[in-house]
């Protein structure tokens, strides 16, 4: 039996859930597969942050700046429980090759750039707040200036979008591997294969590959000739991870290296860990073996010594991860310099459309989707106005007051702790959590704060599959249970049928 619809996305990242989420609320019927978890490589490796960029400035990408601060505003509208404002100091050193007045121009650009805006405007903080700054080698600072931007959940920002796209009518599957396209005179044939080595057939008018640092090999699946128009530069960042000091200031930091790279100091987990990233180096080999190797971990030690007093160093790190970024290739020697603007190539295969996504922003993700259903009309035919600048995604119905406000007014047979952790991780779809752990057997613990009420919630609403996808996606556990704790919930999983042992990456 061969499955119709109008639009198969490939890939469960960021881009192909904002694709699916667009189309499937302007009324297409809308299949997503993604071959492991949602938002498993690229989508959960971010430096977390919704952000304009300002360091595009200085490569005169403009537009995309100004794109990137428009869609910050929204993201603050439509998904208020994962998207939190943040303050950022750029403190300006004796011995940076960037004096003071630029980089605080660069900031007026960011914020004329930005419009009228909710957040704060940037700015100099004055000799009376040293204090600010405490934690800064005070010798060599000139100026500490100052800038906002945002911090977000990446991993549940992707769940956020599957999950309105689902609530809309999309069929979204994860663990579902995409093994063949075959042009037909009605549409592309999708074959597909779950992890249970079940086979399933959907043709489809246009099939959207968002396969992220695997596109060019989804492109591969229809020709050489899709093959040959996805050119990838993969381009590796990695993060590592600290517990914050004690007294540590509340803001992240923009730190100016010495390479004129920037590197980010970023709160974390309520102010408990600190994460500092980001590296830009060519990855060879297949994206899943991205780690943060040896230099890029000492790199970052080093770009975070140079600024503070406390110094750090291997021993310190608990946590690290890398990611790599599928960058249109632009032929740049310098993987910094490549441009993080995504580009779009439809051609037709057989009787359909065939969308492969390059490149992009974590932050302009809506944006790449708005683009990529314009591309399609030609294919699609007419399609009804962009609606998804106002519209709330999953759990964003409430305002981080008001979600402040409900988990305080949650049952109290629920722990605060636990209540506070569900409303800034499920947002406004907490309250399904509170109504199931109403319920003795779903207050019962499995490990330290992970009620069965949770994990029942992340296999029959969020398709958590394994003790990794809830640990590492669903919330950030995998970084406050201990290795015995994580192995109990591992147990829980795999007692269900629905998981394994205790993955690598949690």
């Known amino acids: 039996m061969v499955e119709t619809c109008d639009l198969f996305v490939i890939g469960g990242g960021v881009n192909g859930a904002a694709i699916a989420r667009d189309a499937v609320g302007r009324g297409l019927r809308v299949q997503l597969a993604e071959a492991r978890d949602y938002a498993w490589a690229t989508s959960s490796a971010s430096s977390k942050l919704i952000h304009g960029g300002l360091r595009y400035l200085e490569q005169f990408a403009f537009a995309l700046v100004r794109e990137s601060l428009h869609e910050r505003e929204v993201m603050l509208r439509v998904a208020p429980h994962l998207v939190r404002p943040l303050r950022f100091l750029l403190p300006v050193m004796r011995h940076q090759p960037r004096p003071a007045w630029t980089v605080h121009l660069g900031l007026r650009l960011y914020d004329l750039l930005a419009g009228r805006t909710g957040l704060p405007r940037s700015g100099r903080l004055s000799p009376e707040q040293a204090d600010t700054w405490a934690e800064l080698k005070p010798d060599d600072i000139r100026a500490v200036l100052h800038y906002p931007d945002c911090q977000v959940d990446d991993a549940r920002l992707v769940l956020s979008l599957l999950l309105d796209a689902r609530a809309r009518g999309a069929v979204v599957r994860n663990y579902c591997r995409v093994t063949a396209l075959t042009p037909g005179a009605q549409g592309i044939e999708v074959t597909t294969q779950s992890g249970d080595g079940a086979t399933r057939r959907v043709r489809a008018r246009v099939v959207v590959n968002a396969g992220g640092p695997w596109a060019d090999a989804v492109a591969a699946l229809a020709g050489a000739e899709a093959a040959a128009a996805v050119r990838l530069r993969l381009v590796r960042g990695s993060h590592i991870v600290v517990r914050a000091p004690r007294g540590a200031s509340a803001d992240a930091y923009t730190l100016q ?29 297949a994206p899943e073996t991205a780690v943060c190797t040896d230099d890029e971990r000492d790199y970052l030690l080093a770009a975070y010594n140079r600024f503070f007093r406390a110094t750090i160093d291997k021993a310190d790190i608990v946590w690290s991860w890398a990611g790599v970024r599928p960058l249109a290739d632009d032929g740049k020697a310098n993987p910094s310099a490549v441009s993080r603007e995504y580009r779009l190539d439809a051609r037709p295969l057989g009787g359909g459309t065939l969308l492969s996504v390059i490149g992009g922003k974590l932050t302009t993700h809506r944006t790449l989707a708005e683009e990529a259903l314009a591309l399609l009309e030609s294919s699609l035919g007419p399609l009804p106005p962009s609606w998804t600048a106002s519209a709330p995604l999953a759990g964003g119905l409430l305002s981080r007051a008001d979600l402040d406000l409900m988990w305080r007014a949650g049952p109290d ?94």
């Not at 010495?258 to 600190?274: A, E, K, S």
């Open 413 to 506: 047979v629920v722990p605060a702790d636990i209540r506070r952790r569900w409303a800034f991780t499920y947002g406004s779809d907490a309250q399904e959590l509170f109504a199931r752990a109403l319920e003795p057997a779903a207050r019962a613990a499995v490990a330290p704060g992970v009620l069965h009420a949770e994990l029942d919630h992340a296999v029959q609403v969020e398709d958590a599959r394994r003790a990794a996808d809830f640990l590492c996606r669903r919330t950030t556990l995998h970084l406050t249970l201990d290795a015995d704790d994580r192995s109990r919930v591992a147990a829980w999983f795999a007692a269900r049928g629905v998981g394994d042992v205790v993955q690598a990456e949690a």
């Open 257 to 285: 290296n010495d390479d004129r790279r920037v590197v980010f100091v970023l709160p974390w987990l309520d102010g408990r860990l600190r994460v500092i990233g980001t590296t830009d180096v060519v990855h060879h080999g």
